[in-house]
């Protein structure tokens, strides 16, 4: 694909394969944080 140059494009895509996954810390009391759901993000950039 050929843009001009004063365009951009990106695409983003966040825990890709849907993983479920935990962070865990331990300090006094144990406690989880789940990661976020696969999810997609995209955005044009147009300079002029």
Request: net charge negative; proline share 6%; charged share 20%.
């Amino acid at each position: 694909m050929v843009m001009p140059e004063n365009v951009s494009l990106r695409f983003n895509v966040d825990n890709l394969f849907d993983k479920e996954v935990l962070s865990f810390a331990f300090v006094d009391s144990a406690f989880y944080r789940p990661l976020s759901p696969r999810n997609f993000q995209a955005s044009l950039t147009v300079a002029f």
